[in-house]
């Protein structure tokens, strides 16, 4: 089977600093670096080093970033069968300041992916039936994310919302769409309307989520793990202790590789483990893409956690 993902594919470039800086203040830089990202193409990254075959639909621009960018999908071997070249527009970018203590912040400028469309979604209807799991996130145009998670939904796939970035409101008729959202406590807080700073806070939000019609909502905490709940059943993931030095594509490791682990045959306790280890794993090294664990990273570290909390 295989996974696809309907997203960004972005050019990233890295300041790190000692500190982030506050409004209006300027502070030196420790180095300088760009690096391939955007939630779609991470996502699909993150799947595609689990082992599991990865299709990722959507475009780049017609400038040097964008034949980097594909480059380097097909040495990770993700599918890029369904990205389009628009030639008439700049590739996305993200420009990252992180510091030293791995938190960061983000501006994207959406580039080619902001001319996502539904003719997009033309390239991904092939592709439907094999599928286990659809991936989006909220770094392109919504309009063409809701044709696909209806068509991923009438062909009975599992869809999987990044609501990042997250808007001060989804349109109430994604959401019954949707069967696994992933926002983490800040992207939660917006759409649900109140701050997630306690388990109780994030159990409260998956629960209206799953009121709007989403079958299961995880709510990602970062350092502190991952609050799930489902009509059945509901749980806390904690967190995999690790020296953490960058936190940039960490959530998009914990959802490719999640997506990943079910399309392995795993439980969605599992499934969630695997993805909160490779979101902390991702956490240790700098970059993007290049920071994103394989299977046997993955599987180490689970194998070695068991054997010291036993």
Sequence with gaps: MSIIVFGSINMDLVAQTSRLPKAGETVLGNNFFT?????????????????????????????????????????????????????????????????EEGENSIIVIPGANGNLDDSDVQRLEPILANATALLLQLEVPLSPIQTVANLAKKAGITVIL?????????????YPLIDIITPNETEAARLVGFPINNEEAAEKAAQIFLNWGVKTAIIKLGSKGAFYATKNQSGFIPPFPVKAINTVAAGDAFNGVMAAALDRGLSLVEALNWGAIAGALTTTKMGAQT????????TNYLSQFIMNNQ
């Design 35 to 99: 690096v391939p990202g955007g939630k779609g193409a991470n996502q699909a990254v993150a799947a595609a080093k689990l082992g599991v075959k990865t299709y990722l639909i959507g475009r780049v621009g017609g400038d040097i970033f964008g034949e980097e960018l594909l480059e380097n999908l097909r040495l990770l071997e993700v599918n890029i069968d369904g990205v389009l070249i628009d030639s008439n527009i700049n590739s996305g970018t993200a420009i990252i300041t992180v510091e």
């Design 162 to 174: 990044d609501p990042a970035p997250a808007p001060d409101r989804l349109p109430d008729d994604l």
């Design 291 to 298: 920071a994103l664990p394989n299977l046997e990273e993955v």
